[in-house]
């Protein structure tokens, strides 16, 4: 089993927490985005662009993260990721696409927080202070640790990838959003979430992450092409 991946990616993160929980052995290949290897290019069925992270089983690709971890689901059942209740699974696949839609496709928190635009950087904050707070309201059901109740599913993992580089991107920017204050419960969410060694010790460095993110800024804002 081979494993695809960017270090700094919630993507990569996301999988590699999967196959930690469940856990699946395998190989952790990092990829360099400016200079993917020939591998990652012959296996990845989407030509023109080609996204990590990708997983090799049986050295057959599957792609997309929630792809993914619903393969790795239905190969390994041990520690569900998505509820074995049907409209249970339809709740946490609900909050993943959410979560996807409002700031995943857009990368409202790379190209919108990182923007050179004062109205662009605005309406990200607006998106990203919506989001927080209709997850928020639908936190953890009270006297569970987490989305998925007393375990992790797929819904702590989304948002898991969300959450940790939300904080980051604040740093590099000085923008808060992740207010302890008006987000209690998703605070004590992430306490319980970071709490767990599996996920901790399977999160990219902040200090480097930090590093990372300023120098993609830098980047972001000396290109001619972002506004
Ligand atoms: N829809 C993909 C998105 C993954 C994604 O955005 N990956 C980024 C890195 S975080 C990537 O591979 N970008 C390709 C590139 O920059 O060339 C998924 O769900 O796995």
């Not at 409202?108 to 990200?124: D, R």
């Not at 998106?127 to 599913?153: Q, Y």
């Amino acid at each position: 089993m081979g494993l695809h991946g960017t270090w700094a990616s919630p993507y990569s993160t996301r999988v590699k927490w999967a196959l930690k929980l469940k856990g699946i052995p395998f190989q952790y290949i990092e990829e360099d985005l400016y200079n993917k290897s020939a591998l990652l290019l012959r296996y990845n069925p989407m030509h023109k662009k080609i996204f990590i992270p990708v997983l090799i089983h049986g050295q057959r690709p599957v792609c997309e993260f929630m792809v993914i971890i619903e393969y790795l689901d239905e190969m390994w059942p041990q520690y569900p990721l998505l509820p074995i209740d049907p409209y249970e699974r339809s709740v946490a696949r609900f909050w993943v696409k959410f979560i996807e839609d409002k700031v995943g496709k857009s990368k409202i928190l790379y190209f919108g927080i990182f923007n050179k635009s004062h109205e662009v950087q605005a309406k990200a904050m607006r998106d990203s202070l919506e989001m927080l707070s209709i997850r928020e309201e639908h936190g953890p059901n009270k006297g569970k640790k987490f989305f998925g109740g007393d375990n992790i599913n797929i819904a702590d993992i989304a948002f898991g990838g969300l959450a940790h580089w939300m904080g980051v991107v604040e740093e590099v920017s000085g923008r808060k959003m992740f207010d302890a204050e008006k987000f209690p419960r998703l605070h004590a969410w992430m306490g319980n979430f970071k709490s767990l060694p599996l996920i901790a010790e399977n999160l990219p460095d902040q200090g480097n992450l930090c590093r990372y993110l300023a120098r993609q800024r830098e980047k972001l804002f000396s290109s001619s092409t972002h506004k």
